[in-house]
């Protein structure tokens, strides 16, 4: 008999909430989260990056889409973060301009268990 899989869970910072934030763009709620639009939106690989950057490389509360520095078009951006927005990977305020984002990780751990280590280690090959 195989020796069971041992799973790994990669720790991700969690940031306290800044107070005074505008309110979150329209999200679904936790209960509404459907797996089938998570994984489609995951599936775009330049979605998976920013999600794994977000929650890899995040410093602070949340991003701007310049903090990436991906080489794309603001339109075809804009396009990808609402994707993952209306998926409910992401969460968007508005600030004056500009729109900043960060992973629904609490969100996503609660009703999706593990998804999110699978993000973290998955490497583009």
């Given at each position: 008999m195989a020796p069971a899989a041992e799973r790994v869970t990669?720790?991700?910072?969690?940031?306290?909430?800044?107070?005074?934030?505008?309110?979150?763009?329209?999200?679904?709620?936790?209960?509404?989260?459907q797996l089938e639009k998570v994984l489609?939106?995951?599936?775009?690989?330049?979605?998976?990056?920013?999600?794994r950057k977000l929650m890899l490389e995040s410093e602070n509360y949340d991003h701007t889409c310049g903090w990436f520095g991906f080489d794309r078009p603001k339109s075809s951006l804009t396009h990808h973060f609402k994707a993952l927005?209306?998926?409910?990977?992401?969460?968007?305020?508005?600030?004056?301009?500009?729109?900043?984002?960060?992973?629904?990780?609490?969100?996503?751990?609660?009703?999706?268990?593990?998804?999110?280590?699978?993000?973290?280690?998955w490497h583009e090959v």
């Amino acid at each position: 008999m195989a020796p069971a899989a041992e799973r790994v869970t990669i720790e991700t910072p969690v940031h306290d909430e800044p107070e005074n934030l505008p309110d979150p763009l329209p999200e679904p709620s936790v209960d509404d989260l459907q797996l089938e639009k998570v994984l489609g939106a995951l599936a775009d690989p330049l979605r998976l990056t920013i999600v794994r950057k977000l929650m890899l490389e995040s410093e602070n509360y949340d991003h701007t889409c310049g903090w990436f520095g991906f080489d794309r078009p603001k339109s075809s951006l804009t396009h990808h973060f609402k994707a993952l927005r209306q998926a409910g990977l992401i969460r968007q305020r508005q600030y004056g301009l500009e729109r900043r984002s960060r992973v629904r990780t609490e969100d996503l751990n609660q009703r999706f268990p593990g998804l999110l280590d699978l993000v973290t280690a998955w490497h583009e090959v």
